[in-house]
């Protein structure tokens, strides 16, 4: 017993009729004939009571008939699933990010693939740069916006740098200072405390600053080390010191401001995923960041405070 069999005697069912049944079908009424009698001797059961003048469904046939139905209903929804999913309209996604980076984008990217790809599952886990990269290399998360900290050190994996973000300093607006101060070098820092986010949260980050005191002749005195974006923000708030961010993740409102320091350093933001990873939904949303990423959609409208650093 195969779909024919069935689609065959739902047809028969239906019509009441071979001869209506064949037209319907387009096939010779001998065949139908036989495929139908096929499946009753398959089942052990009689479906149809055939007379000379008509055609009349048994008890077991009204059951299969009614089986058969839903039976196909669900092999057509899975042959469209089938194809949908083939073109990217349906599946997981799983997408591990880093937080403060992504804010000025993210949100309203992932509205844009929902839009276009109503039926793809979205997971979303924001993880430190270190874990986004290990979970995509291991297969966990489908793709990451992270930093390239460990780029070269595992098979198939790519990457594409969405931005270099530039390094520069988070102080009070009434910083006396820095008032006016348009950039920064970095011997500057030398004599101030600094709030830079933890390596176990940014190794690529924390690493860049050191390497930039390191270059401009000094180690530099770290005040604070906080896991969190946010807890920078509130140190300099409080009077601690200068933090040591990145330009995206600075706020255009409120008591900062964002002083690049020169020479300038960056630290890239990239898209990362695994290069034999074939998945249709996974494809499509790497398509629309690069989209987004040639058309400079990813950072419209979200401005920071002090230079782009692109």
């Given at each position: ?21 064949a037209?319907r ?23 149809l ?9 048994t ?91 460990r ?5 198939g ?11 520069g300093i ?26 830079v ?56 409102q ?57």
């Open positions: 017993m195969d779909l024919r069999h069935l689609r065959y005697f739902q047809a028969v069912a239906e019509e009441l009729s071979f001869s209506k049944a037209l079908l387009r096939i010779a009424q001998p065949a139908l004939s036989r495929a139908v009698k096929e499946l009753e001797e398959d089942l052990g059961v009689q479906l009571e055939r007379t000379r003048s008509r055609v009349r469904r008890e077991a046939g009204t059951v299969l008939l009614r089986e058969a139905g839903l039976l196909m209903e669900r092999w057509e929804e899975s042959i469209r699933r089938v194809k949908r999913t083939a073109a990217g309209e349906e599946g997981e996604l799983r997408l591990g990010y880093i937080g403060p980076p992504t804010q000025p984008f993210l949100g309203r990217l992932l509205g844009e693939y929902r839009k276009r790809f109503p039926r793809v599952s979205l997971h979303l886990e924001e993880r430190t740069p270190e874990r986004v990269w290990e979970m995509v290399a291991r297969g966990r998360f489908s793709a990451g916006l992270t930093r390239p900290v780029f070269g050190e595992e098979q994996m790519r990457m594409v740098i969405l931005r270099e973000e530039r390094l988070v102080c009070r607006k009434r910083d006396p200072v820095l008032r006016g101060s348009k950039e920064l070098g970095w011997a500057e820092l030398e004599s101030h405390p600094l709030i986010l933890a390596r176990r949260e940014g190794v690529g980050l924390h690493d860049a600053v050191l390497a930039g005191c390191r270059a401009a002749g000094f180690a530099p005195r770290l005040a604070h080390t906080p896991s969190l974006v946010g807890a920078v923000m509130s140190y300099v708030e409080a009077g601690a010191g200068w933090g040591v961010v990145v330009d995206s993740v600075v706020p255009v409120g008591d900062l401001r964002f002083v690049p320091l020169t020479p300038a350093a960056t630290v890239p933001l990239a898209l990362v995923w695994q290069e034999d990873d074939r998945s249709p939904a996974v494809e499509r949303f790497r398509d629309l960041v690069l989209e987004w990423k040639e058309e400079g959609r990813l950072w419209a409208g979200a401005g920071s405070s002090g230079a782009t650093g692109c």
